[in-house]
């Protein structure tokens, strides 16, 4: 089962029908139950199942006792001793690649589906719980829920308990309201997975795997086609997470603010993945001193953060790679910062001009591309050569000679420039208002008429067929 089948929706309306029908103060065992089943669902054996709630159980005794202790050694010492034993599986699964492998290969590993988002949900609880910001919940079949709320356990965001805890045991009465905006929300998810991550993938897939055959205008389409790939992908299904979770009166937070609008590689850290962000600068950044004792500390800082950040993304050197060249980019923009900025004024481009948003959005998506082309190569070794053969072999006829048809037909590139277009106006008007309050305020008509034409456009023209299970969406994978 995953976020794209009919079953799962069939689950959403069976569990949104018992969610209403039970009293408001038990609202909360219809989602313990529709996640329960989900999770097996989805699950590749029962072995995954009893380490996630072997993980729950742990963690929830764990907080207790931490919030029953008294002295402040101790306390510090269970949380250290809960967080290394409920992050073990992650740091065992991301960091078998730099282990040696025994006589008969790599060990295999027990992987529960959600391991990487629920790992990190836990330790912020568990560190909140040791700093006192909340209290440890007392029922454990409630603190379950907190971890295993099915239309985020798979991918994120990565939820807070004082921002989900309060929703997810509070209940909520039938409003049609919440029916419309949720099912907006999943159809708007629906058309950036369908029209454009699973249209772009076809041109990516093809290209990086076969990184050899292609130089030059193809890694430079590869690697802004990627770049768009997994924005969408991870937007849908943050969205698609966000829709079902507001047809139980449930916000989730936002996990992206455009983040191809930015205008530096730290603006865009602020609009991309925001819940893993926070959570990197809440539970590391700000706990290793921050930028509070020096430039040179908070250097260090950054890298550290980094690290984790690449360390938590994929298993390999290019994760590494990856997150330690964004700690690169931030420190030398810090560093040339005053010095760009006097280029700019020579420039005639003061800040906060039309062209100096302009050339700093084009530059600030230029470099998290490079970054994105090694994430997305099947090596460091393979990233590299990809973005060397970008500025060493010249080839723009590509793009007007019908060399791409070979690729994807004509038709479908059509399709997905149109769709990207659909995507960029979205989103600058997104920048200015809320979409849904302006279709709210439209004629019957016009509302119903733009639902059905994305219902249409989305069946008629969506990209199916790619073998959608648990990892269909890219970040599944991590």
Request: proline share 3%; hydrophobic share 50%.
């Amino acid at each position: 089962m995953n976020y794209l089948c009919t079953e799962y929706y069939l689950l959403l309306f069976l569990t949104l029908i018992l969610y209403y029908i039970i009293p408001k103060g038990k609202q909360w065992i219809a989602l313990l139950i529709g996640s329960a089943v989900f999770y097996c669902l989805v699950a590749a054996d029962l072995m995954q199942v009893c380490l996630f709630l072997a993980t729950i159980v742990l963690s929830f005794l764990g907080a207790r006792m931490i919030e029953r202790s008294k002295e402040e050694k101790q306390r510090r010492f269970m949380l250290w001793a809960f967080i290394i034993l409920t992050a073990a599986p992650l740091l065992l699964l991301k960091g078998k690649d730099f282990l040696p492998a025994p006589d008969s290969g790599r060990f295999s590993l027990i992987v529960p589906v959600g391991l990487s988002f629920y790992t990190l949900q836990i330790i912020a609880y568990l560190a909140d719980v040791y700093r006192n910001k909340i209290a440890a919940q007392r029922n454990l079949f409630k603190y379950a829920l907190f971890i295993s709320f099915f239309p985020q356990i798979i991918q994120g965001p990565i939820p807070r308990y004082e921002q989900l805890g309060s929703q997810l045991f509070g209940g909520a009465r039938f409003r049609m309201e919440n029916i419309v905006r949720g099912s907006q929300r999943i159809l708007w998810g629906l058309f950036l997975k369908l029209m454009i991550a699973d249209k772009a993938a076809v041109a990516v897939n093809e290209i990086f795997d076969n990184y050899r055959m292609y130089a030059g205008a193809y890694i430079w389409i590869a690697g802004i086609l990627y770049s768009l790939q997994l924005y969408t992908d991870f937007l849908s299904c943050t969205t698609l997470a966000q829709g079902a979770s507001e047809l139980f009166g449930i916000e989730i937070i936002d996990n992206f603010h455009h983040p191809y609008f930015a205008v530096s590689v730290q603006d865009f850290w602020r609009r991309w993945h925001i819940s893993l962000s926070t959570w990197l600068k809440d539970y590391v950044y700000i706990p290793l001193g921050g930028s509070r004792a020096g430039k040179l500390r908070k250097y260090i800082n950054l890298f550290i953060t980094f690290l984790i950040s690449g360390f938590w993304h994929g298993e390999g050197v290019k994760f590494i790679f990856w997150g330690l060249l964004h700690a690169v980019y931030q420190i030398v923009g810090s560093i040339t910062r005053k010095g760009r900025d006097r280029l700019y004024e020579m420039l005639l481009m003061p800040k906060g001009t039309f062209a100096w948003k302009l050339y700093r959005t084009i530059g600030t998506f230029f470099w998290v591309m490079l970054a994105w082309i090694i994430f997305r190569a099947e090596g460091l070794r393979a990233g590299l050569h990809m973005i060397r053969s970008m500025f060493t072999v010249y080839n723009p006829w590509i793009l007007l000679n019908g060399a791409l048809t070979s690729i994807m037909p004509y038709q479908q590139w059509e399709l997905l420039a149109a769709a990207l277009f659909v995507l960029f106006t979205v989103s600058r008007a997104q920048e200015k208002t809320e979409v849904r309050n302006w279709i709210a305020q439209q004629h019957i008509t016009i509302r119903w008429g733009l639902a059905l034409v994305c219902i249409a456009v989305i069946l008629v023209f969506g990209t199916y067929g790619l073998g959608y299970d648990a990892q269909a969406f890219i970040y599944g994978g991590f």
